[in-house]
């Protein structure tokens, strides 16, 4: 089946929460993130990272396949009155000059990528001594928890499929494959950080998270995304409601150095 996440542009760009303040606040502390850098966002989606790097005063341009994303992201970024560069391309032809940027960025996205051609191409857009960070930030499903019985109903709902999503992070959050990726393409001088974290997630703002799901609102008719929407709520009803609940998640981050 065909995943668009255009059609999850309306809950993504409002339910998903995007990586926490101490992910750029590490990568500052690690002179990897600063003030004046030239940056690109592959796979930007509603622009998330985008706009905290802007907020951070970056120069930032951010790419996207799907055009209902990148409307969402640039919605948003005018909402704040932030300045990006929005653009409609693949990361693997994004169609820029050569060592143009600091910084490539690819967020909870790099899986989807045909990853040995989007690794050749962010080698040829930085410059000298640029950097290339993958990053994801991803839910932790532990015996019981609210995570593992949202999964059970999202399989009930979808069956697992050879989704790139479900072939990685082998459910830990960590993706030791990356390395891998970032050496075949030249890069050099690999470091690599996690964390985990808590974030707030109310019952309404929990269901828009799910509906925007890869394997959820991207991939199912509307009538079995409003029938999964059904059943969710109950379950949190029943099994978890006290509100806001505290989601864990896992931070993880490759940054690798284009010599």
């Known amino acids: 089946m065909t995943v668009d996440f255009g059609r999850t542009s309306s809950d993504y760009a409002k339910h998903r929460a995007g990586f926490p303040d101490a992910f750029y606040t590490r990568l500052e502390q690690d002179g990897v993130l600063a003030s004046g850098l030239r940056v690109l966002d592959l796979g930007t989606g509603t622009g998330t990272i985008a706009r905290n790097l802007a907020r951070r005063g970056c120069d930032v341009t951010a790419m996207d396949v799907s055009a209902p994303q990148l409307e969402a992201a640039a919605r948003l970024a005018r909402d704040e009155g932030l300045t990006i560069d929005f653009r409609e391309a693949p990361a693997e032809s994004t169609g820029l000059p050569s060592g143009s940027f600091d910084r490539v960025f690819a967020g909870q996205c790099w899986h989807w990528f045909d990853r040995a051609a989007s690794g050749r191409e962010a080698f040829r857009l930085l410059k000298p001594g640029g950097k290339l960070i993958l990053c994801h930030f991803d839910w932790t499903a532990l015996p019981g928890n609210l995570l593992e019985a949202t999964e059970a109903l999202v399989e009930e709902f979808s069956p697992r499929v050879d989704l790139a999503v479900d ?23 690999l470091t690599s950080f996690t964390f985990d974290t808590l974030t707030p997630y109310t019952h309404e703002a929990w269901r828009g998270r799910m509906r925007a799901n890869a394997r959820i609102g991207a991939m199912l008719p509307p009538e079995q995304v409003a029938r999964f929407d059904a059943a969710l709520a109950a379950l949190l009803a029943a099994r978890f409601p006290q509100q806001p609940m505290s989601v864990p998640h896992r931070v993880f981050a490759l940054v690798a150095v284009r010599p």
Do not use: L
């Open 167 to 189: 072939r990685f992070g082998q459910g830990v959050g960590i993706y030791p494959q990356w390395f891998r990726d970032v050496g075949v393409a030249g890069f050099q001088s």
